[in-house]
């Protein structure tokens, strides 16, 4: 090889490494684009919540001669209600309510605020026998609402009440929908229908109505079923029924005659 040569094969070799580094610079620090317009990179965000909204329009009938009603407007109103634990629990497992924007939510339990199966229930001050008892709800994750009729007892896993529960459809458990009576704390069903259940992510109404020993449920104002029982409870307190899993909202509770 010439000495012409010798001295070129440097000076080739040192461009193209130096082609390669201005390039792979271009590649570093030029704007990267991916196909089609897409960004590079998508991150996974939660879903934002679907908007709640407004109640179902409160019966004009039940509101003109109503014997108690609850919108839940204020902070304070909840302070003449009894929460009652329907399962037996320790004391710091106790269901949390709270007021929320004007509706009745349930929190959890406990200070950890944790999901819990407990059955818990909210009950109304006053006592009744006979009358119509009637609640708004809207269900985000909690799948269980209900209304409790009668009540009698200060300890819940104790007391006499009937119990009017429902399911939201996607549940796979059956039935969907039970009436029971409740004595000494043991659920004796009543009537019970197989489903579909409830809707969740929307307002749905729920209404059981005591006439004697006669009692009657309607979801959405449509009839769920209807029972008589002979040995029927005596006066109690109406009120509210779910578990303590969160993820529920309760308005407009209404006691009519």
Same mark, same amino acid.
């Given at each position: 090889m010439s000495g &012409?040569?010798?001295k %070129? /094969?440097?000076l080739i070799a040192f461009?193209?490494? $130096?082609a390669s580094l201005i390039g792979a610079a271009v590649l /570093?620090? %030029?704007p990267i684009q991916a196909e089609q317009g897409m960004p590079l990179a998508q991150y996974v965000f939660d879903l934002p919540a679907p908007t709640i909204g407004p109640n179902p329009t409160m019966s004009a009938g039940l509101a003109a001669h109503a014997l108690f009603i609850a919108d839940f407007a204020a902070a304070d109103s909840l302070n003449e209600w009894q929460m009652a634990e329907l399962d037996f629990i320790l004391p710091e497992d106790r269901a949390n309510w709270i007021i929320d924007n004007g509706r009745l939510r349930q929190n959890f339990a406990g200070e950890l605020q944790s999901s819990s199966l407990n059955q818990i229930a909210a009950l109304a001050p006053g006592v009744y026998e006979d009358g119509v @008892? %009637? @609640? &708004?709800?809207y269900d985000e994750v909690n799948g269980v609402a209900g209304l409790i009729a009668r009540y009698q007892g200060e300890v819940g896993y104790e007391a006499d009440y009937y119990r009017l529960r429902v399911l939201k459809n996607e549940y796979e458990a059956s039935p969907k929908y039970v009436l029971s009576k409740v004595v000494d704390g043991v659920a004796i069903p009543l009537a019970e229908v197989a489903g579909p259940g409830f809707t969740p992510r929307q307002w749905n109404v729920l209404e059981l109505e005591l006439r004697g020993s006669e009692l009657t449920a309607? $979801?959405?104002d449509k009839l769920l079923? %209807? @029972?008589t029982d002979t040995q029927a409870l005596p006066e109690g307190r109406m009120g509210i029924y779910t578990r303590a899993l969160g993820g529920i909202l309760f308005d407009d509770f209404i006691i009519a005659p």
């Open positions: &012409s040569m010798k %070129r /094969v440097p461009a193209l490494t $130096l /570093v620090f %030029r @008892v %009637r @609640v &708004s709800f309607r $979801l959405n079923l %209807r @029972v």
